[in-house]
């Protein structure tokens, strides 16, 4: 079991690498007690390590359940911060300190808990890509995959604010027919789709299926055969008779997609301008030779303030009651 006792690691630096980093990482997994968790959106490299690959609720899932000393989170800080809340006397390390994300840095404290005072009795659901600070303020979290539902286990006549991301919001607010508060926070990846280019692509493989995360704006959304989270998309491309996708999410999860189902044809939904914008500027600092650094310098490693840890905990926890 790994205990602080472990003596302080010498700093490894990135100009100082092994030469078969998988073999490196699998020696430093079994030495730290340790387990990968990984999403979608990171690079293949990192997807085929992990041990675990999922969306944000089935990371917050396996977070909750690990034996393992040291949680090693391939994704971005609030989904290792959520582990860290989760596992308080585990170790969360997470390869990037600087593998944020626009959409929790578009909910700022301050601001928030001011917008939270203007709407007295509103239930607050806030979406699971936001800090610890956010999450504390809010009575439940959700995540892509089972906001519908949650939203739909509250009584018709509780007022609720959703945070952060108004195109999640608003595509809750369709299927559920209610009314939300929103908070005006978007993703920078989700909204670079261009409408237009992916109807031209449509035009252009009139057989291909559109498929779209609902972090997408309404213009997108409305082209898409199927939309849902991460994993649904992947659930969807594998039991779909359709050959061909275009795919309007972060293109890391044609990874998966590929493995799933090798036979069929994956498109990256193209972004309004020509540069690779689709691709999540924060997910992708994480790197291979970061997981070894992470792990051989058990550096850097999440931290969190016990009050803010355990006011964070309650709506997560009522997420996961609520979503079985
Ligand atoms: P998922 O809930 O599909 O994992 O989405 C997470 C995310 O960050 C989407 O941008
Ligand atoms: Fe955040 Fe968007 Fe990146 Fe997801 S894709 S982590 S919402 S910036």
Known sequence: MFTTALAQPEKTEQGDLPLDLFAAIETLKQELNAVILAHYYQEPDI???????????????????????????????????????????????????????????????????????????HLVVSYINCSADIKAMSDIICTSSNAVKIVQQIPIDQPIIFAPDRNLGRYVMEKTGRDLVLWEGSCVVHETFSEKKIVQLKIAHPQAEVIAHPECETSVLRHANFIGSTAALL??????????????????????????????????????????????????LNTLEKLYCVMKNRSPEITLPENIRMAALRPIQRMLEMSV
Not at 259 to 277: D, G, Q
């Open 47 to 121: 997807q085929d390590i992990a041990d675990f690959i999922g969306d944000s609720l089935q990371l917050a899932k396996a977070a909750a359940h690990t034996n393992a000393d040291v949680i090693v989170f391939a994704g971005v800080h609030f989904m290792a911060e959520t582990a860290k809340i989760l596992n308080p006397d585990k170790m969360v390390l997470l390869p990037d300190l600087n593998a944020g994300c626009s959409l929790a840095d578009s909910c700022p404290t301050e601001a928030f808990a001011a917008f939270k005072a203007a709407y007295p009795n």
């Open 235 to 284: 659930k969807y491309c594998e039991q779909s008779p359709s050959q061909e996708f275009i795919v309007a999410t972060e293109p890391g999860i044609i990874h998966q997609m590929q493995k799933l189902a090798s036979y069929k044809r994956f498109r990256p939904a193209p972004p309004l301008n020509n540069c690779a914008c689709n691709e999540c500027p924060f997910m992708r």
